[in-house]
């Protein structure tokens, strides 16, 4: 089994930086590749970003590309999320997840084996 945790939501103004990070135990050589989610209060699950594990590939969904970064720390088994130029329409909770597959364009929540358990972030205007 694999547990994954993921912090560093807050509240942010518009324009402002957020860092979020997911930390993995246990079985953390069954899984290959991380991504972030994000769902807003009514609306469904959404793909944010990804990255292979052992090879770093990144994959961003359009509307965070150039302004979010995915990154990862393997030695210490932590995702991070760097999020800049935040906007209202990116208030969502946040959720890491992993993958057994191993790559980077996975961008459907049913492709994902394990998640955390969510990280609220909220940008005002």
């Known amino acids: 089994q694999v547990q994954l945790v993921d912090s560093g939501g807050g509240l942010v103004q518009s324009g402002g930086s957020l860092r979020l990070s997911c930390a993995a135990s246990?079985?953390?050589?069954?899984?290959?590749?991380m991504g972030w989610f994000r769902q807003a209060p009514g609306k469904e699950r959404e793909f944010v970003a990804a990255i292979t594990w052992s090879g770093g590939q990144p994959y961003y969904a359009d509307y965070v590309r150039g302004r979010f970064t995915i990154s990862k720390a393997s030695a210490v088994n932590t995702g991070y999320l760097q999020m800049n130029s935040l906007k209202p329409e990116d208030t969502a909770v946040y959720y890491c997840?992993?993958?057994?597959?191993?790559?980077?364009?996975?961008?459907?929540?049913?492709?994902?084996?394990?998640w955390g358990q969510g990280t609220q972030v909220t940008v005002s205007s």
């Open positions: 246990g079985r953390t050589d069954s899984w290959y590749t």
């Open positions: 997840a992993a993958s057994i597959r191993y790559l980077p364009q996975l961008q459907r929540s049913g492709e994902y084996d394990y």
